[in-house]
């Protein structure tokens, strides 16, 4: 099938995906990080302190993330979206209007649970479920909601700071959540399948099999895969978390560097379609290994580089990489495992991605305030990433 006519006859579906991934923006790091140095400045707050804060609330939305990512096992999309919209802008309000540090972990638990887990979690399963031969594709469809925010709500966001309280746009952002929730009820009047519960799935995985959780993690393959997996959440989490300080030690403007972030985008959209058409003709094993090389490099680059365009060419790497893992890590499980009890396998996934992005804040801020700049600390990091891609090869050559 051409891809026009893959975009017309699946286009609602396809734009809930992408409705769903854009709406997680609000408690993504990317999101959270413009407002690092307002609430460090009112709560009288280190890097160290408010990296802590937000790995704890980050940790125990990975928790709860474990059992509530079964969840899209055993109710429709549109309905748990709607539900997580709604809780979720219940979470914008509460850091619209949080009272002291000892409520900061909370909000940004419900923050990260409601954006960054389950409604990327639902949009992911959802596309991985309903497309088969064209998954790769759907994903890279769907997860342009997320780049879209990723390269345009920084920029809306920083602006705004300069006129309205931070308080103030939190609440702009409970009103925007609440505003997708019609529009996704509208795009999935039906949804693509009618057996869009797990009863309906029937595509096998390894040993042409359906994998139940308990069995997946009894296998090696799922944990020899961790660092991969784990690798963009913590170090492209802790890249955003810590892009106030970076911009500080580096000498750069920060509004000079947010404008930078659609370059990240554009690549993160290109690298996304080109991986979502090779992993329909290729599939997950022969891409897996070598598709973080550009974010060890990317790290390199914005370590020692001393210039904006420094960090143009590292968000272009950045890009390159945020592309693979978008369409990759949403087929993976499948291509493994099996769609029968896909929910609830990614639930384990997102929980240990959403973990990585717990790390990455905590670690960098402490040894921040030890007196290690973060840009120094990337040198190690870059080392790390490529570590994980040689595991990884290791692991696809004996699958």
Same mark, same amino acid.
């Given at each position: 099938?051409?891809?026009?006519?893959?975009?017309?006859?699946?286009?609602?579906?396809?734009?809930?995906?992408?409705?769903?991934?854009?709406?997680?923006?609000?408690?993504?790091?990317?999101?959270?990080?413009?407002?690092?140095?307002?609430?460090?400045?009112?709560?009288?707050?280190?890097?160290?302190?408010?990296?802590?804060?937000?790995?704890?609330?980050?940790?125990?939305?990975?928790?709860?993330?474990?059992?509530?990512?079964?969840?899209?096992?055993?109710?429709?999309?549109?309905?748990?979206?709607?539900?997580?919209?709604?809780?979720?802008?219940?979470?914008?309000?509460?850091?619209?209007?949080?009272?002291?540090?000892?409520a900061?972990?909370?909000?940004?638990f419900?923050?990260?649970?409601?954006?960054?887990?389950?409604?990327?979690?639902?949009a992911?399963?959802a596309?991985?479920?309903?497309?088969?031969?064209?998954r790769?594709?759907?994903?890279?469809?769907?997860?342009?909601?997320?780049?879209f925010?990723?390269a345009?709500?920084?920029?809306?966001?920083?602006?705004?700071?300069?006129?309205?309280?931070?308080?103030?746009?939190?609440?702009?952002?409970?009103?925007?959540?609440?505003?997708?929730?019609?529009?996704?009820?509208?795009?999935?009047?039906?949804?693509?399948?009618?057996?869009?519960?797990?009863?309906g799935?029937?595509?096998?995985?390894?040993?042409n099999?359906?994998?139940?959780?308990?069995?997946?993690?009894?296998?090696?393959?799922?944990?020899?895969?961790?660092?991969?997996?784990?690798?963009?959440?913590?170090?492209g989490?802790?890249?955003?978390?810590?892009?106030?300080?970076?911009t500080?030690?580096?000498?750069?403007?920060h509004?000079?560097?947010?404008?930078?972030?659609?370059?990240?985008?554009?690549?993160?959209?290109?690298?996304?379609?080109?991986?979502?058409?090779?992993?329909?003709?290729?599939?997950?094993?022969?891409?897996?290994?070598?598709?973080?090389?550009?974010?060890?490099?990317?790290?390199?680059?914005?370590?020692? %580089?001393? @210039?904006?365009?420094?960090?143009?060419? &590292? $968000?272009?790497?950045?890009?390159? *990489?945020? =592309?693979?893992? /978008?369409?990759?890590?949403?087929?993976?499980?499948?291509?493994?495992?099996?769609?029968?009890?896909?929910?609830?396998?990614?639930?384990?996934?997102?929980?240990?991605?959403v973990?990585?992005?717990?790390?990455?804040? %905590?670690? @960098?801020?402490?040894?921040?305030?030890? &007196? $290690?700049?973060?840009?120094?600390? *990337?040198? =190690?990091?870059? /080392?790390?990433?490529?570590?994980g891609?040689?595991?990884?090869?290791?692991?696809?050559?004996?699958?």
């Amino acid at each position: 099938m051409r891809f026009g006519d893959f975009l017309f006859l699946n286009k609602r579906w396809l734009g809930a995906g992408a409705v769903m991934s854009f709406s997680s923006s609000f408690g993504q790091t990317f999101f959270i990080s413009i407002f690092a140095g307002a609430l460090m400045a009112e709560f009288g707050l280190s890097d160290g302190e408010w990296g802590g804060i937000y790995s704890l609330g980050t940790t125990a939305s990975a928790i709860v993330m474990v059992y509530g990512g079964t969840l899209t096992d055993r109710f429709r999309a549109r309905y748990l979206a709607a539900a997580v919209l709604v809780l979720l802008a219940g979470a914008c309000l509460f850091m619209a209007r949080v009272p002291g540090v000892w409520a900061l972990p909370f909000a940004v638990f419900l923050l990260r649970f409601t954006g960054q887990g389950m409604l990327n979690h639902i949009a992911v399963v959802a596309m991985a479920r309903w497309f088969v031969a064209a998954r790769g594709r759907a994903l890279a469809i769907a997860t342009l909601g997320f780049s879209f925010g990723e390269a345009f709500l920084p920029m809306i966001f920083v602006g705004l700071l300069t006129v309205m309280a931070w308080r103030e746009l939190w609440v702009v952002a409970a009103i925007a959540s609440l505003a997708i929730i019609p529009v996704v009820m509208a795009l999935l009047r039906s949804e693509r399948t009618p057996q869009s519960i797990t009863a309906g799935d029937n595509q096998t995985g390894l040993e042409n099999r359906h994998w139940t959780r308990r069995e997946t993690l009894r296998h090696w393959l799922f944990w020899t895969l961790i660092p991969m997996v784990t690798a963009p959440s913590i170090f492209g989490t802790a890249l955003f978390f810590q892009q106030v300080h970076l911009t500080e030690t580096k000498g750069w403007d920060h509004t000079g560097f947010v404008t930078l972030f659609p370059i990240f985008t554009g690549t993160t959209i290109a690298s996304m379609f080109v991986f979502g058409w090779a992993i329909d003709r290729f599939g997950c094993r022969r891409l897996l290994a070598w598709f973080q090389v550009p974010m060890a490099l990317a790290y390199l680059t914005l370590s020692l %580089g001393t @210039t904006l365009s420094a960090a143009a060419v &590292g $968000f272009f790497l950045m890009g390159l *990489m945020q =592309g693979g893992g /978008a369409t990759l890590f949403g087929a993976m499980w499948a291509e493994f495992y099996g769609t029968r009890h896909l929910g609830a396998i990614k639930s384990l996934a997102t929980a240990l991605m959403v973990f990585g992005s717990a790390i990455g804040p %905590g670690v @960098t801020g402490l040894l921040i305030d030890l &007196g $290690f700049p973060f840009h120094v600390q *990337m040198l =190690g990091y870059a /080392a790390y990433i490529m570590a994980g891609c040689m595991l990884t090869w290791v692991a696809m050559r004996r699958v």
